[in-house]
C-alpha cells in the first residue's frame, strides 16, 4: 500500500475523494455561519478586534471577512466572493456568501445520495441561468416607474440594516443629493456616479443626525499660517502639484564657492526661485493656493501679505477632483513651451467661497459652489470612531446601491420577495426537467430561501411561519394572472408579517440581484469540482533528497 | 562502542549501497510503481465529467485545475521516475497544448502493463522494442481513421476548441470561448506559414471581475497600465503612435558625475538647461506629429520625469509608460511599427496611425486599448475575464489549451473523433494484428492493445457509469464497424460520437501516444539507480 502513497509523498498532505468535498462544504458553511447573524435591517453587528488592540465594529459582509484570517483555501474562495461583491456592486456582500454557502451544503447532502458532482453541476447552472432570466422578465420595476422616492427608498433599504438604519430619512436623502450632484456624462452621454468622488470625512463628537451634506468639497486640512484668511469669498484657486519650498539642486550637482559672499547670493537665490514662482501666481489674481507638497515657513509671508489663502499636504486625490470641480488646470509644473515659467489666469480655479470651518476638534476647509461642476462631500458625526467607521461604510453601501439603481434603471423588491419567487418558480421549472438536473435545479430553489428564513430569524420572528405565508403569496401570484400583483410580496420584518414591499419602498437594485446570484453559483461551483486537494508544507531548506527518501524506506515497502 | 556503533553504521551503508544497486528487477519494478501512482493522481481529472485539484502551495496561494501539467507541475514529485511522467505531461503541453492528462494516464497504463509482461519472465529490451512497433502502428491506424478538414470550416475548428474546453471549470462558458480561440488562431496565421504559427502572437490578459463570458477578442493592442498623462487626453481618434526606447528625463552619465556651481547665476542656468534639454525632446516629438507614445520600461532611469509629462500633457500627447521589454517585438508586431531608440531617428516615416487610441475601465482598472492600426501586424489580444482569481486564472490555462487544440488543427488539418472512440478503434485493430504474428511480439502487442482502453475506462468512470459495461459495449460497436462510436457523456450512453460534435486534433492524440510509449520505453530500460548525491 504505501508504495502508492509514498512517491507521491510530496511534502505536504493530500485528501482526495468525498472527505474533500465535505470538508470544503464545512469550510465554506463556518464563514457563512460568521456573517448570517448580520444580515437584513434587524442583524446585528461585530465587533473584531485584530493582534494590535484595534477593534472594528461592523455589520458588512465584505468588511467581516476582509478581518479574518481564513486559513482554508476553500474559505478563502468565499471571501473572496464577498470582496468581488462588494468590488463589483457594493452591496448584498453578506447574502452573496450566505447563498453560496447553502448552495454547497445542499449540494453535499445530494452527493451524498449519490448523485454525481457534475451532474449537481450543471444543475445550478442551468437554475441560475433560469433565475436571472426570470428576475429580468418578471421581477423588475422598469424605468418609468423611478422616481426620486423610489432612489430614496433603494437607498433607505441598503441602510435599514446598518447602524444609520434609525436615521434612514435623513441620510437617505443625503446619500441621493450626494449621487446627483457627482453625475457626469461618459463619452456616449450616459450618465455615471462615480462614487468615489463623493468625499466622505469623519469627525467625532456629536450625534449622528448632526451629519451634513455639503455642496462642495470638503478637505482636510487647515490653512498654512494662522495669519491668512479664514474666509475668502469669489475665490480664485490654483492647484498645484509641486512644493512652494526652497529649490533644491537636483542629485549630483555640487555648489562650489570659495568667496564666503557668495554663499549668501546663493542662498539667497534658492528663495528667490520659489519668490518668484510665487508671485507670478499671486499676480494673476489668484487668492487660494492649494498645494500637494509643502510651502516652507518664508514663503508663506507672501500669501500673508496680499490676502491669500495657502494649504498645504492636499491629498493628491483631493487635489485632482478640485480642480475639476473649480475648473482649475492641475499644475504639475509652471513652466510653458518656451522653457519659461508663467501662470496666466486660464489656469485659475473659480469657487463661490472658500471657508475654514471648526467641526469637533479638526478645522476643514471647505469650498463651496465650485463654478465648472457640483460636487458634494458629507461628513458625518457621530459618538466614537468605531460609530463613525461603521457610518462611513454604511453611506458607502447605499451610495453603490443608489449608483447602480441611477445607471441600470430598475429596482426589485427587497425582503426576501425575490428569492421567495425565484424558489417557487424554479421549483415548477424542476418538475418540467426529466433529467438528473431535476433534484440539483430544486435544491437549488430550497437553498434561495435561505435568505427570507436567516431574514426572519434574525428578526426573532417564527421563520416557519412567515416563509411558509410568502411562499403561499408568492405561488398565487405565479399561478393566477389576476394576482400577479402579489409578487412583489416580502417581509415586514418589524412587525412580523408579510406585505407588498413594492408599496411600502423596500427596493434593491436588480443587478446586486442578479450578479449575487451569478457570483455564488459560480463560486458553489468552483468548490464543488474539487475532489482533490493537496496541500504542500511550507518551502523549507532544500528538498528532500532522493537518497533520503530511500534511506527512509519510503521508495521500498 | 564507539567503534562498533560506526561499524554498524557502516554496515548499514554498505547494506543500503548493495541494495541500491540490487537487482535491476527491483528498480524497475519501483519505478514502475512510482509511475503508476503519478498516473493514479492525476486520473480523475480526465475528461469532461473530470473533476479539479484544489493545490495549496507552500507559499499558501492555492490553484484550481483540471489541467494534468499544471497540476503535476504543483506536486513537486520526490520519485526521479515519477519526475519522467512529470516531465512527459510538460513534454505533450508544450508539444500539443492539450491531452496533458491523456498523455500520463495513458503511460501509467502501458506501464502496467509492461510489468505483468515482466513478471512473465520477458526481457525488458524486447518489451521495449515492441511496444516501439506498436505505437508505430497505432499512429498508422490513427492517421487511417482521421478526417481531413479545411480551415475555413470554422464550425469544425469551433466544435474541436469546445471538446477541449468542455473539461475545464468553465465548460459552461465553451460556447463563447471556443469562437474566441478561433478567431484568434485564425488571425495570427499567415498564408503558406501554418506550420510556424505561434502563440506569442496572441497576448492573453487577464483582468479580475466580471464573468468568463464577458471575455472578449480585441483585434488590436491592450496595455494593462493607464495612462501616464496628469490631465492629457484620454481618447485620441486618428493617433500617430511612436514607440521610443530612451528616456524623455535629464540624462545621467555613465561614471559618477558632478556638476559644480559656483555662482547663483549657474543655479538658474542648471534649471533652465534641464527644462530645455526636455523640451527639446518634447517638440521634436510634436513635430514628427505624434499624439501617442509608448515608452518602454527603463531601469536606470525615469522613464519619463514629472517635467516631461508635463510638456507632453501640453501638446496634447497620449503617454503610455512602462512597457516591458519583453513586450516590446509584440507590440511592434501589431502595430507594424520600429521601436525608435534615439532621438534623431523621430521623424514622422517612424510613426504609425491607428483608427483610435483610448482609455477604458475594464473592471475596477482602466486600461489602453488601440484598435484600427494601420498596417498592423497579424497579432490579437484576448481579455480574460473571472469573478475570482481562481476561476481568472483557470479560465486562462484553459483557454491556452483551446489555442493549442487550434493551433494542432493548423499544423495538421485532420481530425479525429473523441470520447474515447480512437483509443478504442485502437485497440481492436492492434489486438487484430497482434492475432496474426507470431512469438514475444504478439503477446506484447496484445498487452499495449488492451492497456489503451484505460481512456474510455476513465472517462465513464469520471463520468459516474459502470466502465467494465460501457467499455465492453463500446468494443461491441466498434467490432461492428462503427468507428467512431463513443462515450457520449452527457447522456450517458454509447453513440456515434461525431454527431455531438466531439472532435480532436489528431496531433494531440498522436503525440500523446507517441510520447508515452517513448517515456515508457526509457523507464524500461533503466536497470539501476546509482545515486551519486551526498
Known amino acids: 500500500m504505501s508504495i502508492f502513497a509514498s512517491p507521491l509523498s510530496v511534502a505536504g498532505t493530500r485528501t482526495s475523494g468525498a472527505p474533500v468535498r465535505t470538508q470544503n462544504v464545512m469550510a465554506a458553511a463556518s464563514i457563512a455561519n460568521i456573517v448570517k447573524s448580520s444580515l437584513g435591517p434587524v442583524g446585528l453587528d461585530k465587533m473584531l478586534v485584530d493582534d494590535i488592540g484595534d477593534v472594528t465594529v461592523t455589520n458588512d459582509g465584505a468588511t467581516i471577512l476582509r478581518l479574518l484570517e481564513v486559513e482554508h483555501p476553500a474559505a478563502k474562495v468565499l471571501v473572496e466572493l464577498a470582496q468581488l461583491q462588494d468590488e463589483e456592486v457594493g452591496d448584498g456582500t453578506t447574502s452573496v456568501v450566505i447563498i453560496a454557502a447553502e448552495l454547497l451544503k445542499n449540494a453535499d447532502e445530494l452527493v451524498k445520495q449519490k448523485i454525481h458532482p457534475t451532474s449537481i453541476i450543471s444543475g445550478y447552472r442551468l437554475a441560475c441561468k433560469e433565475a436571472c432570466r426570470y428576475i429580468q422578465d418578471n421581477l423588475t420595476i422598469p424605468v418609468e416607474e423611478l422616481t426620486k422616492a423610489c432612489v430614496v427608498n433603494v437607498a433607505k433599504t441598503s441602510m435599514s440594516s446598518k447602524i444609520i438604519g434609525a436615521d434612514a430619512d435623513l441620510f437617505a436623502a443625503m446619500v441621493v443629493d450626494a449621487a446627483n450632484a457627482i453625475k457626469v456624462l461618459d463619452s456616449s452621454k450616459n450618465p455615471l456616479y462615480p462614487i468615489k468622488a463623493v468625499n466622505i470625512l469623519k469627525a467625532h463628537g456629536r450625534s449622528a443626525r448632526e451629519s451634513m451634506l455639503i455642496q462642495g468639497y470638503a478637505l482636510n486640512c487647515t490653512v498654512a499660517s494662522q495669519a491668512m484668511p479664514k474666509k475668502i469669498v ?5 492647484c498645484l502639484d509641486f512644493s512652494l519650498q526652497k529649490a533644491k539642486m537636483k542629485m ?8 564666503p559672499e557668495k554663499l549668501e547670493a546663493i542662498r539667497a537665490r534658492e528663495l528667490d526661485i520659489t519668490k518668484e514662482r510665487i508671485q507670478k501666481i499671486l499676480a494673476a489674481g489668484v ?6 507638497g509643502g510651502i516652507d515657513d518664508l514663503c508663506l509671508k507672501y500669501f500673508v501679505e496680499s490676502g491669500a489663502m495657502g494649504v498645504r499636504r492636499v491629498k493628491k486625490a483631493d487635489l485632482k477632483r478640485i480642480a475639476k470641480a473649480t475648473g482649475a488646470a492641475f499644475l504639475t509644473s509652471l513652466t510653458n513651451m518656451d522653457g519659461e515659467e508663467c501662470f496666466d489666469s486660464s489656469m485659475v480655479g473659480e469657487a463661490a467661497e472658500v471657508v475654514q470651518e471648526r467641526i469637533s476638534d479638526d478645522e476643514l476647509i471647505l469650498i463651496k459652489g465650485p463654478k465648472a461642476r457640483t460636487a458634494a462631500s458629507i461628513i458625518l458625526r457621530g459618538p466614537n470612531d468605531f460609530y463613525c467607521d461603521e457610518m462611513e461604510r454604511s453611506v458607502h453601501d447605499a451610495l453603490c446601491a443608489v449608483k447602480r439603481v441611477l445607471e441600470s434603471k430598475s429596482v426589485v423588491a427587497g425582503g426576501g420577495s ?20 431535476q433534484l440539483a435545479i430544486a435544491e437549488f430553489a430550497k437553498s434561495l430561501l435561505v435568505i427570507p428564513k436567516t431574514l426572519a430569524v434574525n428578526a426573532a420572528q417564527d421563520a416557519t411561519d412567515l416563509v411558509a405565508k410568502l411562499r403561499a403569496y408568492q405561488n398565487t401570484s405565479q399561478t393566477k394572472a389576476d394576482l400577479a400583483n402579489l409578487k412583489w410580496v416580502g417581509l415586514d420584518l418589524l412587525e412580523g408579517v408579510v406585505r407588498d414591499n413594492k408599496k411600502a419602498g423596500v427596493l434593491e437594485p436588480t443587478v446586486s440581484k442578479i450578479k449575487s446570484l451569478k457570483f455564488a453559483t459560480e463560486a458553489a461551483i468552483t468548490i464543488l469540482r474539487i475532489d482533490d486537494m493537496i496541500k504542500l508544507d511550507p518551502e523549507q531548506r532544500g528538498d528532500k533528497s532522493y537518497k533520503q527518501a530511500m534511506e527512509s524506506g519510503e521508495l521500498y515497502d | 562502542m564507539t567503534i562498533q556503533a560506526s561499524m554498524g553504521d557502516g554496515n548499514k551503508v554498505k547494506g543500503l549501497v548493495y541494495k541500491d544497486k540490487s537487482k535491476p528487477t527491483d528498480v524497475r519494478h519501483s519505478n514502475i510503481n512510482a509511475a503508476k501512482a503519478v498516473c493514479d493522481a492525476i486520473r480523475t481529472s480526465l475528461g469532461p465529467r473530470g473533476m479539479d485539484k484544489m493545490i495549496q502551495a507552500g507559499n499558501g496561494e492555492v490553484t484550481i485545475t483540471n489541467d494534468g501539467a499544471t497540476i503535476l507541475k504543483q506536486m513537486n514529485v520526490v520519485h526521479p521516475a515519477a519526475k519522467m511522467l512529470v516531465e512527459l505531461s510538460r513534454a505533450q503541453d508544450v508539444e500539443a497544448g492539450d491531452g496533458t492528462t491523456t498523455v500520463v494516464v495513458v503511460a501509467g497504463a502501458l506501464l502496467d502493463a509492461a510489468e505483468k509482461l515482466l513478471s512473465r519472465g520477458i526481457h525488458p529490451t524486447a518489451v521495449s522494442e515492441s511496444f516501439q512497433r506498436a505505437a508505430s502502428h497505432a499512429v498508422e491506424i490513427l492517421t487511417g481513421i482521421a478526417t481531413p478538414i479545411q480551415l475555413d470550416n470554422r464550425e469544425q475548428l469551433v466544435k474541436s476548441a469546445s471538446t477541449s474546453l468542455n473539461s475545464k ?14 478567431d484568434a488562431v485564425l488571425k495570427v496565421v499567415e498564408p503558406g506559414r501554418e506550420q510556424v504559427v505561434s502563440l506569442s502572437d496572441i497576448k492573453v490578459i487577464k483582468q479580475l471581475g466580471g464573468t468568463v463570458e464577458d471575455t472578449e477578442l480585441i483585434d488590436g493592442l491592450v496595455f494593462p497600465q493607464r495612462v501616464a498623462n496628469v490631465n492629457g487626453p484620454k481618447r485620441i481618434e486618428k493617433a500617430k503612435i511612436g514607440f521610443i526606447q530612451f528616456c524623455i528625463s535629464p540624462p545621467k552619465t555613465d561614471m559618477d558625475h558632478n556638476v559644480v556651481v559656483s555662482d547663483y547665476a549657474a543655479m538658474d542656468r542648471v534649471l533652465k538647461e534641464e527644462r530645455t534639454y526636455i523640451l527639446n525632446i518634447v517638440k521634436q516629438i510634436k513635430k514628427a506629429g505624434c499624439n501617442v507614445l509608448l515608452i518602454q520600461k527603463s531601469i536606470l532611469r525615469d522613464a519619463v520625469s514629472d517635467l516631461a509629462l508635463h510638456f507632453l500633457d501640453k501638446i496634447k500627447c497620449m503617454v503610455i509608460k512602462d512597457v516591458e521589454r519583453e513586450d516590446v517585438e509584440f507590440v511592434c508586431k501589431s502595430l507594424g511599427c520600429r521601436p525608435i531608440a534615439s532621438l534623431d531617428h523621430f521623424t514622422a516615416e517612424n510613426l504609425v496611425t491607428a483608427e483610435l487610441v483610448e482609455e477604458v475601465g475594464v473592471g475596477g482598472n482602466r486600461m489602453v486599448k488601440i484598435t484600427g492600426a494601420q498596417n498592423a501586424g497579424k497579432t490579437v489580444t484576448l481579455l480574460v475575464r473571472g469573478s475570482n482569481k481562481l476561476v481568472l486564472a483557470e479560465a486562462d490555462r484553459s483557454l491556452h489549451d483551446a489555442l493549442c487544440v487550434i493551433r494542432c488543427l493548423v499544423r495538421k488539418r485532420a481530425v479525429i473523433a473523441g470520447g474515447g472512440a480512437p483509443e478504442i478503434e485502437l485497440a481492436l485493430k492492434l489486438a487484430a494484428r497482434a492475432d496474426t504474428m507470431e512469438g514475444i511480439d504478439a503477446i506484447c502487442l496484445r498487452a499495449y492493445a488492451n492497456a489503451l482502453e484505460i481512456i474510455p475506462f476513465t472517462l465513464a468512470e469520471n463520468a459516474g457509469l459502470n466502465p467494465i459495461q460501457t467499455v465492453t459495449e463500446l468494443r461491441n460497436r466498434h467490432a461492428k464497424g462503427e468507428t467512431s462510436a463513443g462515450i457520449n457523456v452527457r447522456k450517458g450512453t454509447i453513440s456515434d460520437i461525431l454527431e455531438e460534435n466531439v472532435v480532436q486534433p489528431l496531433l494531440v492524440t498522436v503525440s500523446a501516444i507517441s510520447f508515452a510509449t517513448e517515456t515508457v520505453r526509457s523507464i524500461l530500460k533503466i536497470d539501476d539507480i546509482v545515486n551519486t548525491m551526498t
Open chain 1, 234 to 238: 469669489h475665490a480664485k484657486i490654483a
Open chain 1, 287 to 292: 487668492n487660494v493656493v492649494l498645494v500637494s
Open chain 1, 418 to 437: 425575490v428569492e421567495a419567487a425565484l424558489s417557487i418558480y424554479l421549483e415548477n421549472f424542476a418538475t418540467t426537467l426529466s433529467s438528473r438536473e
Open chain 1, 252 to 259: 549630483g550637482v555640487q555648489v562650489l564657492i570659495n568667496d
Open chain 2, 169 to 182: 471549470v468553465v465548460s459552461q462558458h465553451s460556447s463563447s470561448l471556443a469562437p474566441l480561440a478561433v
